[in-house]
């Protein structure tokens, strides 16, 4: 089974389909979790709050690489100055001021990605940054995040000896913990993997590696395809999506959440608890273990429940008590799918198993008589991968409606559809076409001469209910 996704980051930037949606008044909430009876909930964008959807692809990207490696640089040696400075400090006072100048150095270094990061998404909505250099600098804040939890976490080792020592009124250990709470939200799986593909890596299946949970782990080869990834926008927030090697990755940062406090603040790690519970009633039930981390100073309290299909790790803002920041880690096989969308040519037939917007897409095409056709896919004109021998690919889930083509030399089949199948989902059955569309009585052919012949390409389209998007300049 070959990869595919929906956001891109390469080396030259390939042209992809992007959709603007219309300026609008912002709403006092851009999102929200929806919960689900078979599945975890995920934390997803209004509609009407979008200010970009698109699908893209990372690759080796030789600039980019340099840039990611030399921000891990410069603060692998900040940290080496600074303990070799910690060494040779004999009073416990100057070993004090030290520390306080260190831990002042993490939390700006927290506000100025806070403020990069929701410079980026305007750029990126404005068209002040390419989709190149959009992605770029996701990565390149990835990267910066786990340098400030390293710093954060060099202060409290720091902190060993020195008796008592405190920071901003709490031990240091527990400043630290907060901080890379608050550094949570600026990460995130897509990132990780983003930052992989624009370094050449990829991520391989560990040899008969268990499913579910424990499948979620990789190891590190070298990548030969792109990486696709789903990009999301709001004003000032991002949702990622990919499917890579199995696994279906998420990662929604929405700080505008954190000023909308409809929700109520929240009183303490048991009330947090309660609207984790509230918010991923499934997850929630399906769980073998939760941790947390943060508390009251961290202003966020952060949640990971590790669940039958994967894991979660959801951020509650604690004065607004929403969901504000997001991680999902999947395991695709275990994913219930609804009733299968089909259309079929005389020669290929295309099924499309749908989950919820943004969620996963499963894909498996194959000949007249049955058997797995390796062909070329692409969602709203948009290539997002191929089947590959045994016809099957699974990708990301538009927000809305989709047109799903698969082509092969033999011809091609079409599939459109609204992604939107509700969370009540159930594990999809064999059906015919018509289930969800009714097969188009549209064909055509084409003509392609390959060596001095031709093929007669035939076209055939399943159709459910379509809406026009305006796609985005450039």
């Known amino acids: 089974m070959r990869r595919a996704l929906a956001l891109v980051l390469v080396c030259c930037l390939l042209s992809g389909t992007a959709f603007a949606v219309?300026?609008?008044?912002?709403?006092?909430?851009?999102?929200?979790?929806?919960?689900?009876?078979?599945?975890?909930?995920?934390?997803?964008?209004?509609?009407?709050a979008l200010e970009t959807a698109s699908y893209?692809?990372?690759?080796?990207?030789?600039?980019?690489?340099?840039?990611?490696?030399?921000?891990?640089?410069?603060?692998?040696?900040?940290?080496?100055?600074?303990?070799?400075?910690?060494?040779?400090?004999?009073?416990?006072?100057?070993?004090?001021?030290?520390?306080d100048r260190s831990a002042a150095r993490v939390e700006t270094g927290i506000a100025r990605l806070r403020a990069r990061q929701a410079a980026a998404v305007r750029g990126y909505n404005n068209g002040t940054l390419t989709d190149r250099e959009f992605v770029v600098e996701l990565a390149y804040i990835d990267t910066a995040a786990g340098r400030l939890g390293t710093a954060a976490d060099r202060v409290a080792d720091r902190a060993d000896s020195l008796a008592g020592a405190q920071i901003d009124g709490q031990p240091v250990d527990n400043w630290a913990q907060n901080r890379q709470v608050q550094l949570g939200a600026l990460e995130g799986p897509v990132r990780e993997r983003i930052a992989s593909a624009l370094r050449g890596e990829n991520?391989?299946?560990?040899?008969?590696?268990?499913?579910?949970?424990?499948?979620?782990?990789?190891?590190?080869?070298?990548r030969l395809e792109p990486l696709q990834v789903y990009v999301e926008t709001t004003d000032v927030g991002v949702v990622l999506a990919t499917v890579d090697d199995g696994t279906y990755l998420r990662e929604a940062s929405l700080p505008g959440e954190r000023n909308n406090t409809t929700a109520g603040e929240l009183t303490g790690i048991q009330d947090a608890l309660d609207r984790v519970q509230a918010s991923y009633p499934w997850a929630w039930n399906h769980s073998s273990s939760t941790t947390s981390t943060g508390?009251?100073?961290?202003?966020?309290?952060?949640f990971t429940l590790y669940h039958d299909q994967g894991v979660l790790t959801t951020y509650l803002n604690r004065t607004s008590g929403r969901v504000f920041a997001e991680d999902q880690r999947i395991d695709v096989s275990s994913v219930p799918t609804a009733s299968p969308v089909r259309n079929r040519t005389d020669d290929l037939r295309l099924q499309v198993n749908r989950t919820y917007p943004t969620g996963p897409l499963e894909l498996s095409l194959s000949t007249a008589d049955g058997e797995p056709a390796d062909g070329r896919?692409?969602?709203?004109?948009?290539?997002?991968?191929a089947t590959g021998?045994?016809?099957?690919?699974?990708?990301?889930?538009?927000?809305?409606?989709?047109?799903?083509?698969?082509?092969t030399g033999e011809g091609a089949v079409t599939v459109t559809t609204n992604a939107t199948v509700g969370r009540d989902i159930a594990v999809g059955t064999d059906s015919t076409i018509g289930t969800d569309a009714t097969a188009g009585s549209d064909t055509s052919a084409e003509t392609n001469a390959t060596g001095g012949n031709s093929t007669t390409e035939r076209t055939a389209t399943a159709a459910v209910a379509s809406t026009a998007v305006r796609p985005a300049e450039g």
């Open 22 to 48: 219309a300026d609008g008044a912002a709403s006092p909430s851009v999102a929200g979790v929806t919960p689900s009876s078979n599945t975890t909930g995920s934390l997803t964008v209004n509609p009407d």
């Open 56 to 99: 893209r692809r990372a690759t080796l990207d030789v600039s980019a690489t340099l840039t990611l490696a030399t921000r891990s640089l410069d603060g692998r040696f900040e940290q080496r100055v600074l303990d070799e400075r910690a060494n040779e400090l004999d009073a416990a006072s100057a070993r004090r001021t030290q520390l």
């Open 203 to 222: 991520t391989i299946r560990i040899e008969n590696a268990p499913v579910g949970i424990d499948g979620v782990n990789a190891t590190r080869a070298t």
């Open 295 to 302: 508390d009251r100073r961290a202003g966020i309290y952060a």
């Open 377 to 385: 896919i692409a969602i709203d004109n948009q290539s997002v991968g």
């Open 389 to 407: 021998d045994d016809g099957r690919l699974w990708t990301v889930a538009p927000h809305g409606n989709l047109s799903v083509t698969a082509r």
